[in-house]
């Protein structure tokens, strides 16, 4: 398993998978190890996947200091993988909380993005969070679903904040609820950093203005893809995600929810390697990593 070293003295871990040019693949959770990923639904078969296990999950050591959990302070940790890969410029897609990591990237280093995909990413970045209102009405569109009449109370409550999360609750995150989005449900406990994960969003961790001012800068293309059943982003609010980057589109996976490459592998798999065969102002890989080889 390959390993760096962040500028903080922890060692962080990255999996690779797949063949091609590389894509450097940032989790969600938030702080939920990059197991959850697999091969994002066979895009490995288009480019070779770099998933960095974040600080504190999956392979990676916990670091000395928890505030380094902060999503603006694990820039440093994706600049630092971009370095012990070798990359000039990189092709990078952030998933879910990922997005808003990618976004605080590409703001801070808009040299070093070639491309950038945001995948369900709700962006807390700019300053536009999921509303409960969002959940809601994208909650409705499953009225029809066997487990909507039990869950559909609860979700209510939790949004309310009187309610603890609740399982009856993931079906409303994928967009076909059968045994493998229950089994990829199962895992996200075991897979997330539970204290990390409530210090990625906390005080100053975002300055919405600031990233929006950065990010009017940013060449790189963007695609922006949202799932048609996701409440958190909804479609419109990933459409006005989009909006705000100067050079973005946004494409909605129809019957899609928060993990749209179990929803629809091939859907997923064809949009997005056809955005990351568009043309960009130069090659992303310079030197280092290897583009075939063992999953690892």
Request: net charge negative.
């Amino acid at each position: 398993m390959p390993a760096f070293t962040a500028p903080d003295g922890t060692r962080l871990a990255y999996h690779l998978r797949g063949a091609g040019d590389p894509l450097v693949v940032l989790p969600g959770g938030p702080m939920r190890a990059s197991s959850y990923l697999g091969d994002l639904g066979g895009l490995g078969r288009h480019r070779r996947l770099v998933l960095p296990d974040q600080r504190g999950t999956g392979e990676s050591e916990v670091p000395a200091d928890p505030a380094s959990y902060r999503c603006d302070r694990l820039v440093d940790d994706v600049e630092a993988l971009r370095r012990e890969l070798g990359l000039e410029r990189m092709d990078l897609l952030g998933h879910s909380a990922g997005g808003s990591l990618a976004l605080l990237y590409a703001a801070r280093y808009p040299e070093r993005v070639a491309r950038l995909v945001l995948v369900t990413a709700t962006p807390w970045a700019l300053g536009m969070p999921a509303t409960a209102g969002d959940r809601l009405a994208a909650a409705r569109l499953r009225a029809h679903e066997p487990w909507f009449a039990e869950a559909f109370p609860v979700l209510r409550a939790w949004l309310a904040g009187e309610h603890e999360f609740d399982d009856a609750l993931l079906p409303f995150f994928y967009g076909r609820w059968d045994a493998t989005a229950a089994a990829h449900a199962a895992r996200e406990e075991a897979e997330t950093n539970e204290e990390a994960a409530g210090v990625y969003g906390s005080a100053g961790a975002y300055d919405p203005p600031a990233t929006r001012a950065a990010l009017a800068r940013l060449t790189a293309p963007v695609l922006v893809l949202a799932g048609e059943l996701d409440g958190g982003p909804s479609p419109d609010l990933a459409r006005r995600a989009a909006a705000v980057l100067p050079h973005a589109r946004c494409v909605v996976q129809p019957g899609a929810g928060h993990y749209p490459w179990l929803d629809d592998p091939q859907w997923f798999t064809d949009r997005v390697a056809a955005f990351l065969a568009t043309a960009s102002p130069e090659r992303s890989l310079t030197r280092g990593l290897s583009a075939a080889g063992p999953d690892r």
